[in-house]
């Protein structure tokens, strides 16, 4: 027998499990790992013991879900926070308003309100920096009126008035501008817009009006020159802006356009002269014609025309 190197023998190990490692044995698992066919342990199904499913369509037992307030509805459906009034009138928002009245910006019939959460009547004189505003949207009707209707909102005798030929126009509260005789005809502006009403009944605006009026009998060319020259009524010099014979009618007819005065002008013109008035009709007002409206018919201004009677 050879010899062995340094008197051992030395014996080679031979396969995977060389180098004194342990096979693995699939059987057993690492501690505290869960298996590996993805199943619950025995302690997994414990702990649910005893546990009900959650279910989503039913709400927690200990959550109580807050009622929604509730909105105290106005007592008197005619009063307005002044806030809001001033922000429906297009002027700004509730919370600027709110900065205006405190500083003494607004007036309700006279007096000056600084008090938050204020309530006004609908039918009261709100005033912002001086001017009246309107929480309704601003509203501008033409009427060619009748004969035999007041020029009034009310009348306590319960005589017709020109406020039931436009009843049905709109739900805003509008009024006549300016005045027209009972037995006169012809073009009636009504607004909710109260500066432009103080504006075209100021005599200082000089808003033009053209009346056909016809007479009880002819006019003489000596009265139509006085006419034309202007009148010395009651001390007054009172005179009209033109003066003519209607084309193709008799003497009896003419128109006059005034720009000055009251509305009673024409009236108190021919009276001094001795004349009565049979008919006495208004064809034009501040740019405003009786075009494609019908006696006793009304209908809405348009845009153009608004900016027409505001820019006068």
């Known amino acids: 027998m050879a010899k062995e190197r340094h008197g051992k023998s030395r014996v080679k190990p031979s396969g995977k499990n060389a180098g004194g490692k342990k096979p693995f044995d699939k059987k057993k698992s690492s501690v ?47 009063e307005i926070r002044l806030n809001k009034y001033i922000s429906n009138a297009g ?28 309530k006004v009547q609908l039918t009261d004189e709100v005033r912002f920096d001086g001017r009246i505003i309107n929480p309704e949207k ?85 009265d139509f020159n006085k006419i034309k020259d202007g009148l010395n009524i009651r001390g007054d010099i009172h005179g009209v802006d033109e003066i003519s014979w209607i084309q193709g009618a008799s003497k009896r007819e003419v128109g006059i356009k005034v720009s000055t005065g009251s509305n009673g002008l024409v009236k108190a013109i021919f009276e001094h002269l001795s004349y009565t008035i049979a008919r006495l009709d208004r064809v034009v007002f501040a740019g405003l014609t009786k075009k494609d409206l019908p006696r006793s018919h009304w209908r809405e201004l348009n845009a153009q025309e608004v900016i027409n009677l505001k820019n006068l």
Do not use: W
């Not at 869960?34 to 200990?62: A, C, L, Q, V, Y």
């Not at 103080?198 to 808003?207: A, F, G, I, M």
């Open 32 to 78: 505290g790992k869960k298996p590996i066919d993805g199943k619950k342990s025995s302690d997994d199904k414990k702990s649910f013991e005893g546990k009900k499913p959650f279910d989503r369509n039913k709400p927690n037992s200990n959550y109580k879900k807050k009622a929604a307030p509730q909105r105290k509805s106005s007592s008197n459906p005619n």
């Open 91 to 118: 002027i700004c928002s509730r919370r600027e308003a709110d900065m205006h009245i405190s500083i003494g910006s607004v007036t309700v019939n006279g007096k000056v309100v600084t008090e938050m959460g204020y």
């Open 138 to 222: 601003a509203t501008y009707i033409l009427l060619n009126k009748p004969k035999g209707f007041l020029v009034t909102t009310k009348d306590e005798k319960g005589r017709k008035t020109v406020m039931d030929l436009v009843a049905g126009a709109t739900t805003a509260r509008i009024v006549p501008v300016g005045r027209l005789e009972r037995q006169a005809t012809g073009l009636l502006l009504f607004t909710n817009d109260g500066e432009l009403a103080r504006k075209l009944t100021d005599p200082r605006q000089r808003v033009r009006k053209i009346f056909h009026v016809e007479l009880d009998r002819n006019l003489s060319q000596a």
